[in-house]
């Protein structure tokens, strides 16, 4: 079997409690003028927000802020972030917060170093290149995306109904700042759909026909088990370190490309999803959840099934002497069984106020913009319907 493959992750990781000492110096290495981006305000509740403003007037840095990032990030906040920067001659960005605060960063730090509109580059007709972007530091707050180590993130278009993502080098993190306590405050919603992100970003890759290094699916089942160990903790006790600890680091290795290997298919669920979240605004992890369970029994058959036997048998202990249909059957019962009771995510559609009304539109541009057609089972813009359908 062919193994090549090519795996290059420089982020520097400071990871626990008091690291934001550190911030400072690691700000100065690329300049003095930095934009710092967050979401909401939850920050400044939780007094976040003061601890990263006095280490940059510490370290000398002026400082100029773009608040108020969504869910599911905007490109008019791409817009607005990479004027600013071009305007100010930013040195370098500093996103606070969860993923999406993340992934608007990635592209204002691209926008800034472009003369076009950064929504060219998510447009299938101008695809625009991203050789360089300003250098990135990131602080997290919310345990799901693993943008903090990748070099990825999704914007939306709510004008188009478009939800796109697209990973380049340049957009990779040079420092992120990993603290298991900033989570702390994270509701037990947040932290179950965060959960759902991070396994479905491991399920990408581990449910694969491409060839596999043993030692790659040790590692994605221990990611599995560890999530599903610690996500009913954190919920149970938001306060429980460990518990969080290992969320968050989770997160970034079940997308930071390491358990990619020399796997090259297309990913299947995150494209329909986006889909989901760009027509309903819903949360991301949310959408995968409901989604996951009925692509894993839809993509069910006498070709996928080992797959499926062996999550069964590695992450779930069923008994191996069973049959392999039923071992299979019994693994996407519990996933089902953790996602919907054990953490308490809505099981369905219908559940969220989503009908079938843009399935068709959807299940057609998830195809087209996510090439899903080459992910675990091939799935053609009907099979994609036919799994909404199944959703609701």
């Known amino acids: 079997m062919n193994h090549d493959f090519i795996y290059d992750i420089p982020v520097r990781i400071y990871f626990g409690v008091n690291q934001l000492s550190h911030l400072g110096d690691e700000l100065t290495k690329y300049g003095k003028k930095v934009l710092l981006a967050y979401g909401g305000g939850s920050i400044k509740k939780t007094g976040l927000y003061d601890k990263v403003i006095a280490e940059m007037k510490k370290a000398g840095i ?17 817009r ?28 204002i730090a691209a926008a800034a170093c472009y003369d076009g509109d950064p929504w060219d580059f998510f447009d299938q007709d101008v695809w625009a290149p991203i ?23 999704v914007i939306t278009n709510t004008e188009t109904n478009d939800k796109i993502g697209r990973m380049e080098p340049a957009l990779l993190p040079k420092v992120s700042f990993l603290d298991p306590s900033n989570t702390y405050t994270v509701s037990a ?8 992100d991070i396994l479905s970003h491991i399920f990408e890759v581990y449910f694969s026909t491409d060839n596999d290094l043993y030692m790659l699916d040790c590692m994605a089942e ?4 560890t999530v599903i160990k610690y996500t009913p903790v954190a919920i149970r006790n938001p306060n429980d370190y460990d518990a969080r600890a290992n969320l968050m680091w989770a997160s970034s290795w079940a997308i930071n490309g390491f358990l990619n290997g020399c796997k090259k298919q297309a990913w299947s669920c995150h ?12 949360t991301h992890g949310l959408g995968l959840a409901i989604l996951t369970p009925r692509w894993m029994r839809y993509t ?30 019994t693994a996407i019962d519990k996933l089902s069984e953790f996602l919907f009771e054990t953490i308490g995510l809505k099981s369905t559609l219908s559940e969220i106020g989503i009908t079938d009304e843009h399935f068709a539109v959807m299940a057609a541009k998830a195809e087209r913009i996510g090439n899903t057609v080459n992910g675990f089972k091939p799935l053609k813009a009907a099979d994609i319907e036919a799994i909404y359908r199944m959703c609701l």
Do not use: W
């Open 300 to 329: 069910l058959d006498e070709t996928t099934l080992p797959k499926y036997k062996q999550f069964g048998i590695n992450v779930f202990g069923i008994d191996p002497t069973l049959p392999d249909r039923e071992i299979a059957e």
């Open 62 to 78: 002026t400082i100029f802020e773009l608040g108020g990032i969504d869910p599911n990030p905007r490109i008019d906040s791409v």
């Open 222 to 225: 221990g990611l599995i088990k």
């Open 271 to 282: 494209p329909m999803e986006h889909e989901l979240s760009a027509f309903y605004d819903i």
């Open 80 to 107: 607005a972030g990479g004027e600013l920067c071009k305007k100010e001659k930013i040195d370098a960005v500093l996103a606070v917060g969860g993923g999406s605060t993340l992934d608007c960063a990635k592209y």
């Open 189 to 196: 919603y947040q932290t179950a759909c965060g959960a759902a």
């Open 131 to 153: 050789p360089r972007a300003l250098p990135l530091l990131t602080v997290l707050t919310l345990s799901a995306t693993g943008s903090e180590m990748d070099c990825g993130g």
